[in-house]
């Protein structure tokens, strides 16, 4: 079983950033490829990241691609998302999860956060 914590959303200004934290709990952490995920007001959830369990490749969508960076810290059971650049249409709750593989679609992830809120004011 794997648990997982999101923090570090809030509110900020277009063009702005911030970072986004991902707590694992257990011991399997560094089994698991990781994404991050978000889901806007009357849309569907979408990918925005992946990274493999070894963080040696990583995946990113067409929209945030060259202003998001995810990293992980396996010896501290973490997972990151920096955002650069934000934009209004940002704005959703982003959620990060937990796949036996690497993988873009979020039926292939097993286990989920709770959110955290991101609003980018324009």
């Known amino acids: 079983q794997v648990q997982l914590v999101e923090s570090g959303g809030g509110m900020v200004e277009a063009g702005g950033s911030l970072r986004l934290s991902c707590a694992s709990s257990?011991?399997?952490?560094?089994?698991?490829?990781m994404g991050w995920f978000r889901q806007a007001p009357g849309k569907e959830r979408e990918f925005v990241s992946a990274?493999?369990?070894?963080?040696?490749?990583?995946k990113y969508a067409d929209s945030v691609k060259g202003r998001f960076t995810i990293s992980r810290d396996n010896a501290k059971n973490m997972v990151y998302l920096q955002m650069n650049r934000l934009k209004p249409e940002d704005t959703a709750v982003y959620y990060c999860?937990?796949?036996?593989?690497?993988?873009?679609?979020?039926?292939?992830?097993?286990?989920w956060g709770q959110g955290t809120q991101v609003t980018v004011s324009s």
């Open positions: 990274i493999t369990r070894t963080g040696g490749t990583t």
């Open positions: 257990g011991r399997t952490f560094s089994t698991y490829a």
């Open positions: 999860a937990a796949a036996l593989g690497y993988s873009y679609s979020s039926g292939s992830y097993s286990y």
